[in-house]
């Protein structure tokens, strides 16, 4: 499962994880041939689709009321 495209406009994120995430990481993208940043970029893409609502989703807005 290699990644097939390139990033249109790609930003370099550092951040510090636990051993035991960076493990989990490594043997889940060794097991799939895959790059660690390309897992760690699809559990990022996974996390946000969870967590972040979309228009279609997102609480309506109310009106103000008339005065």
Do not use: G
């Not at 790609?10 to 960076?22: D, G, K, N, S």
């Not at 097991?31 to 967590?51: M, P």
Request: hydrophobic fraction near 45%.
């Amino acid at each position: 499962m290699a990644r097939t495209r390139k990033l249109v406009a790609p930003v370099t994120l550092f951040a510090a994880i636990e051993q035991e995430q960076h493990e989990a990481l490594r043997q889940l993208a060794f097991a799939q041939r895959r790059s660690l940043a390309d897992v760690t970029r699809d559990a990022l893409t996974a996390y946000i689709e969870h967590h972040v609502p979309t228009p279609r989703t997102a609480a309506p807005r109310r009106r103000a009321a008339a005065r």
